[in-house]
């Protein structure tokens, strides 16, 4: 029983890592790439740094701060063109940067709010994954959104490498919801982008900073200071039950009313077999988050799992209403265990 557990939890894990994505309007991203310019660093050892950035309002660029950190020189490059900024201002706990420019005459793109997004909508990120001549575009759906510091980090499956980062991420109508920031460690990674809000408030602020950072960003805090949905990751990818219950508990402790909490305590149970107390956990994550389709998905598998045909009926056409792709692949692999 335990190896069937482990193994279709796993197949829970494939399922999130894997949904369809839809290729955004063509003439969208041509447009909004005019927008996006790679940023360039001069390390402290004399080496060459590559990240993205966006322009969000006239002679006004957005990165990320650790693209910028401790570097002896900083420019853009566009259109065969260098331009270095005349200011920098920072909020290095967030990661979010922003570049002031002279004469930029680059066109701002439209800005949402992350706060704007829904689980499951398509979004799309622009930028420079592992330093092309030209910026690339990935597909993707919004997978969780996380309430932090009075505002929403996003994960999707728009997945980004090295030279990525402040690559801006898009809502399906070409509109800055946030920016290309981190991502876990290990082969399953997950991506998260810091909210648009962020860069909206340092727009209003005067105060300039240097490339020398005055804090470290949350997401590179020691682990246990580190948000709980960053430290949740390594042992649900791990299937280490105890340690993840143990931290999902924590997190519904300090949040209660957290979807994402509630599935993975409901994921740890269920590794655990506690099935009664899995099941409620499940429907509780989709109480809060209808649209939560890792917690139906992990509820379908339940059902299957101890024989509850009715549960496994409405879970499938949930997901099957959410996602068809990914109702398709989980039917096909659960015929695969039946």
Known sequence: MRTLLHGLITLLLVLSLHPARAEPDRELVYRLKASVVKVHVI???????????????????????????NSNGISIS?????????????????????LKFQYLELTPVKLASAASLHYGDAV?????????????????????????????????????IMGSSGSPTFNGAGELVSLSTFKSPGKHAYFYSIPVEWVQALMQQEKTSTPAPDATPFWDLPLLERPFFMQVVQPYQNSDWPALEAIARGWLNQQPESAEAYFYLASALHGQGQLAAAQQAY??????????????????????QYKQPALLADAQEHIRQLDPQAYTDLEQRLQETR
């Not at 919004?142 to 009075?150: E, H, I, S, W």
């Open 43 to 69: 390390t402290q050892s004399g080496g060459h740094g590559v990240g993205t950035g966006v322009v969000v309002a006239k002679d006004m660029i957005a990165t990320n701060c650790h693209v910028l950190a």
């Open 78 to 98: 566009k259109f065969g063109e260098s331009i270095s900024p005349v200011a920098l201002v920072a909020d290095w706990a967030h990661d979010a940067c922003l």
């Open 124 to 160: 799309f990120s622009i930028g420079f994954p592992g330093g092309p001549p030209k910026p690339q575009t990935i597909a993707g759906k919004v997978r969780a959104l996380y309430p932090f510091d009075g505002s929403t980090v996003v994960r999707s499956d728009a997945a980004f």
């Open 283 to 304: 429907q509780r994550a989709l109480a809060l988050q209808p649209a939560h389709i890792d917690a139906w998905t992990g509820l379908a598998i339940l059902a299957q």
